[in-house]
């Protein structure tokens, strides 16, 4: 096995070679098996690519000096392997190597997710006085406190396999390299620079995380130009690990929707919009393969079809398991020969079972599913497919009107469209006094209207927003401004809102809502106008 070059990164690859190539990148203190339930799925539509942080999971030990130096030795990867454009998925510190290429390297991105990550990680005293920690005491005491940073109680308390793994993760890392990605986070501080990105990105958090909180996570939606929230109840800050079916299904519908089959414009440009909504084909290949090499080996054929982004169908995700996992390939420099996992085998593949269910997920202005399945992809053509040119007919018909959806249908379109709106289920009382009316709304309010493509989400979050206002409808009125704020509306375009609605509907009303806003948005996580201001200190990771 020939020596890692100094400038690069030990990899793993998984899934056909012949398909795009789709990289995740670890949180600190993480190897690249926090994404073992994510993979399976994944590398059935795309070649994926995890690496590991410098002396992480037995990398060869070679200190960051900042978070674009681990982003130039992740491209000096890429580059040996032949692998030019690419989507990427990061948490955390991963999640700053995203940004990072999105500022510098625009080109190279189809499609970005960021996921637990914020414009800037705390204060740069925090994770100074974390590198002074690590250096008199080593790696332990940010060992043992890592999973209440990373995990939610209710987790704590019923995987502590999965707890006792992600402390030992900790524990094998090299000392010196944790704390220069302390210095690198340290100096990571990109909020004056977001509105430069050229990448359509979906900013995933976790409900409960807060080391990178959901009001951070909406200072990137707000900057950045071409960002999607989606926020995943009942999970912390490794959100991949935690709740592993809602960020798959995430992260597919995602990547599937808003790849960019040409390049990215440049850093500081927003990207126009191709004529007709219809993303043009790429005429050669899109990405590289990877040259033959020790690492390279047989895979599966890709999936047929002529997109290079295949539109998976509408299933449940895959469960890792041992008998399911694609075939991979690893790169490790002689010094890291090593157990794959010095900390263990990691527990993540067998932790919970295919059966468990997904939690409901907050999701910002993704594609509309089909079915009553809040993660099915929807099913129907693949809009980035290349299509073959065929001459129109001389008079074409007009399409018969279609036909009323049944009101089963409406029903369960209805129950998935509240879940995704309010985070709640539609009322389950057959035989209760309100029955007729629940189901009522619905079908009509959220099967009918709230579903329809004429507008888009945030739209409709501002026009409710205002006829609530007019109404006066407070408790409504703050019920759908949290709704709002968790999926992507920004506390300013909610303020610009009650502006206008000041003029036509009057100062008392808007009044009113500002008063309901002002603490709606507080109690949401402190984002007020000028970005966010957490109200109590944050554990770091």
Not at 299 to 327: H, M, N, Q
Not at 380 to 390: D, I, L
Request: aromatic share 6%; net charge negative.
């Amino acid at each position: 096995m020939s020596e890692t070059p100094a400038n690069t990164l030990q990899y793993r690859f998984d899934g056909p070679e012949g398909a795009p190539v789709l990289i995740l990148g670890p949180s600190l203190g993480t190897t690249w098996h926090m994404w073992d339930r994510q993979v399976p799925e994944l590398a059935r539509h795309w070649r994926v690519l995890r690496f590991d942080l410098p002396g992480h999971g037995g990398a060869p030990a070679r200190p960051l000096d900042s978070v674009g130096d681990l982003t130039d030795r992740l491209l000096a990867t890429l580059d040996g392997l032949g692998i030019e454009r690419f989507g990427f998925a990061g948490c955390s510190i991963g999640g700053a190597v995203g940004v990072d290429l999105a500022l510098r390297h625009p080109g190279r991105l189809a499609a970005l997710a960021l996921v637990g990550t914020s414009a800037r990680f705390g204060t740069a005293e925090s994770w100074r006085q974390r590198g002074d920690t690590v250096r008199t005491s080593g790696l332990d005491p940010i060992a043992r406190s890592a999973p209440e940073a990373w995990f939610t109680p209710a987790f704590l308390a019923a995987q502590p396999a999965i707890v006792e793994w992600a402390v030992q993760m900790v524990r094998t890392t090299d000392p010196l390299c944790y704390i220069a990605a302390c210095q690198a986070l340290a100096a990571f501080d990109i909020r004056d620079d977001l509105g430069r990105t050229g990448s359509a990105a979906l900013v995933l958090v976790g409900a409960e995380d807060q080391v990178a909180p959901p009001a951070d996570a909406r200072v990137l939606v707000a900057g950045i130009h071409d960002a999607r929230l989606a926020v995943v109840p009942a999970a912390s800050h490794l959100a991949p690990v935690e709740q592993p079916a809602a960020v798959t299904d995430l992260l597919v519908r995602h990547f599937t929707t808003a790849w960019q089959t040409v390049p990215a414009p440049a850093a500081g440009t927003a990207p126009t919009a191709p004529a007709g909504g219809q993303a043009p084909v790429p005429s050669g290949p899109f990405v590289a393969a990877a040259p033959a090499g020790p690492f390279t080996a047989p895979a599966p054929a890709p999936a047929a079809g002529p997109s290079p982004v295949p539109r998976p169908a509408a299933e449940p995700p895959v469960t890792p398991s041992s008998a399911e996992a694609p075939a991979a390939v690893s790169a490790l420099a002689p010094e890291a020969a090593v157990p794959e996992s010095p900390q263990g085998a990691s527990p993540l593949a067998a932790s919970v079972p295919p059966s468990a269910p997904a939690p409901a997920v907050v999701a910002g202005h993704l594609p509309a599913d089909a079915g009553d399945n809040p993660y099915a992809t929807p099913a129907g053509p693949n809009p980035y497919a290349a299509t073959t040119a065929v001459p129109a007919p001389a008079a074409t018909p007009a399409p018969a009107p279609a036909a009323p959806a049944p009101a089963a249908d409406a029903h369960a379109t209805g129950v998935r469209v509240r879940r995704e709106v309010l985070g709640e289920e539609s009322r389950k009382d057959p035989e209760g006094f309100r029955a007729e009316y629940d189901d009522f709304v619905t079908r009509v309010a959220w099967g009918g209207t709230w579903a329809r493509p004429g507008l888009d989400r945030r739209t409709r979050f501002l026009v409710t927003l205002t006829a609530l206002t007019a109404g006066g409808h407070l408790d409504e009125l703050a019920r759908y401004l949290r709704a709002a704020l968790r999926d992507g509306v920004t506390a300013d375009e909610i303020k610009e809102t009650f502006l206008h609605t000041a003029l036509y509907c009057g100062l008392p009303a808007a009044d009113a809502a500002f008063a309901v806003a002002e603490r709606v948005v507080a109690e949401e996580g402190g984002e007020t106008a000028e970005g966010a201001e957490p109200g109590k200190p944050r554990p770091e990771a």
